[in-house]
Each structure stands twice: as C-alpha cells, then as structure tokens.
C-alpha cells in the first residue's frame, strides 16, 4: 500500500507559478511510475504528466506541454510538479498518483490539491 500526500496548491494569477510536491509513504525507487492527474468542477480526470522510476522518461498531456515539468527525487521519496505560465483553465483539483503505466493511472491516489489561477 502506498500512501500520497500533496502539497503546493493555492490561488495564483494567470501567467503565474506554482510547484505541487507529493511525497509518498513507500520508496519512489519502488519502480512506480509516479504521476499527475487534475479534474475541474464537472469535468472529467485529466492527465497532465507522468514520470518513470528513473526519471528517464516523461510524458506530458498536451494542454500543459511545455509548461509543466514533472521530476522525481527518490531520495525524499517525493515528485514535484513544476507549473508555468498557468493559464485560468488550469484550475482544477491535481491528484498525485502511482502505479500506472504511462498516461494510464495506477491504484494510489493521493487526496488532491486545489490550483487555483485568476485571470
């Protein structure tokens, strides 16, 4: 069983930053594929990136390409997800997750982190 905690949400204006943090109860060098998830008020859960247990390979949803970057420090057991240039349709409540495969999620979820971004 792995446990997920985020963190790093809050209210910030378009154009803005922020960096999400989620640090999991097991080793992140457990081989998981660790990743990011987010679901706006009545929509659907949306991929936004997701990173292998080496760091090696990254995949990104294409809203948020070249704006988001996702890392992984197996050492804190933590991955971050760094956010740029947000955009008012970035909001949404963002999810860690592990265990997936890809831009499929796996069983872990963490409880979420409210983004919010102002225009």
């Known amino acids: 069983q792995v446990q997920l905690v985020e963190s790093g949400g809050g209210l910030v204006q378009a154009g803005g930053s922020l960096r999400l943090s989620c640090v999991a109860s097991?080793?992140?060098?457990?081989?998981?594929?660790m990743a990011w998830f987010r679901q706006a008020p009545g929509k659907e859960r949306e991929f936004v990136a997701a990173?292998?247990?080496?760091?090696?390979?990254?995949y990104y949803g294409d809203s948020v390409k070249g704006r988001f970057t996702i890392s992984r420090d197996n050492a804190k057991n933590k991955v971050y997800l760094q956010m740029r240039s947000l955009k008012p349709e970035d909001t949404a409540v963002y999810y860690c997750?592990?265990?997936?495969?890809?831009?499929?999620?796996?069983?872990?979820w963490g409880q979420g982190t409210q983004v919010t971004v102002s225009s």
């Open positions: 997750n592990a265990g997936g495969l890809a831009t499929m999620w796996g069983d872990y």
């Open positions: 097991a080793p992140t060098d457990s081989r998981y594929v």
């Open positions: 990173i292998s247990w080496t760091g090696a390979s990254t």
